[in-house]
């Protein structure tokens, strides 16, 4: 049986998290205008403050200006983003990506690797094991947090297994469980593009934008959505298959079995066999009918999404991460045409602000969420 907590530790926690919620998503602030911003009264304070310190997750220093006069000094209080670490890990068709990431989720070392995809899971997992145990090796005892997992399909409800990536093939791989025996520290798993939706709200340049959805086009197309702050988990395995919808009428056959699937019509793939080869940029290469093709299919499926659940940015990574802006331009046209006409002008549609590393940031937000901000 887990640890009991008295009500008492419970409240003192919940009011940890606050402050460090505020400091994260605020930065430095006085005591005394972060006690107000939150509603703590100043012996409440002064206990959340203090123990903080004592763990070494804030510091206390001078503010120019901050809570008093113009240009006097006050003491402000501001995470030490070194203190502690997480893991990210993101998975995708064929290549595993890793960093080690402080309290900002700011990558400090990475590592990646290729593999098979017809190899067994386990060793893949095996393989991130040991990676990130590489990545780790000299922090101090007790200065990682844990593992977050950037998974490629939905997750179980409690966070630990991957229960299904259909282009991998793969089905209840319990990245947890093998995890943290390995790594002696706790591990979470996410739906990858769910998790870099986390990340681009919690510490990308967004603006404070909500609803955000993200939306990632390679092998597949991933969609992962922030409502309210919070990533929008539907069901029983936080199901949100945008790549799955029907688009096309006899369509080919997609990986899950049915056929006219977006990710059948607008996939890394796709594009390769419609230009008749590989490229890194599949997207600057395509020619005014192909582009408009692939806009028409991709805001057919972001239309039914927008009109259903109004998202005020949409942010559109994978081979979209480097297209040329006048593909941004065509796909804002073309789903301009098929929203509802109060959200035309609501909702904007951009490439994302994390760059290449945004699935490690993902898994890392998703860990840093679990084991310090959230939970």
């Known amino acids: 049986m887990g640890e009991r907590i008295s009500p008492v530790q419970d409240v003192r926690r ?93 990558v400090s070392r990475s590592a990646s690797f290729a593999f098979d995809p017809a190899e067994r899971p386990e060793r893949v997992v095996a393989r991130i094991a040991e990676e990130a145990s590489l990545l780790a090796a000299d922090l101090p005892d007790g200065r990682l947090l844990g593992v977050g997992v950037a998974a490629p399909g939905p997750v179980d409800g409690g966070h630990r297994r991957n229960v299904l990536s259909v282009n991998l093939g793969w089905r209840d791989v319990p990245f947890a469980d093998l995890l943290e025996p390995v790594l002696g520290v706790p591990a979470v798993v996410d739906h990858n593009v769910r998790a870099m939706a986390l990340a681009e709200s919690r510490y990308g340049a967004t603006g404070g934008a909500d609803p955000l959805l ?96 109004n998202p005020e940015l949409i942010l559109l990574g994978g081979i979209f991460r480097t297209a040329p802006e006048p593909v941004f331009d065509r796909v804002r046209a073309a789903l301009r045409a098929k929203v509802f006409p109060v959200l035309r002008d609501m909702v904007r549609v951009e490439r994302p602000t994390l760059g290449g590393d945004a699935g490690v940031v993902g898994g890392a937000a998703v860990a840093l969420d679990s084991f310090l901000y959230e939970r």
């Open 14 to 106: 919940h009011h940890l998290r606050l402050v460090l919620r505020s400091l994260r998503d605020d930065g430095v602030q006085p005591r005394a205008d972060l006690a107000r911003r939150l509603g703590l009264s100043a012996t409440t304070m002064t206990k959340v403050v203090g123990q903080l310190l004592d763990e070494g997750l804030v510091a206390e220093g001078a503010v120019e200006g901050a809570g008093q006069r113009v240009g006097r000094p006050s003491t402000g209080i501001g995470i030490r983003a070194d203190a502690r670490h997480v893991i990210g890990v993101r998975v995708g068709a064929g290549a595993v990506e890793l960093g080690l990431c402080d309290l900002r989720a700011r």
């Open 214 to 309: 993200y939306v990632h086009v390679r092998t597949g197309v991933g969609a992962g959505l922030v409502i309210g702050g919070q990533p929008f988990r539907p069901g029983a395995y936080g199901v949100t298959e945008l790549g799955h919808l029907r688009v096309r009428e006899k369509g080919r056959t997609c990986a899950c079995g049915a056929t006219g699937c977006l990710e059948t019509v607008v996939s890394e793939a796709y594009l390769a066999e419609r230009l008749g080869r590989h490229s890194p940029d599949p997207l600057a290469e395509l020619d005014d009918e192909l582009l408009g093709e692939v806009a028409d299919h991709l805001t057919t499926g972001l239309a039914s999404v927008v009109n259903l659940l």
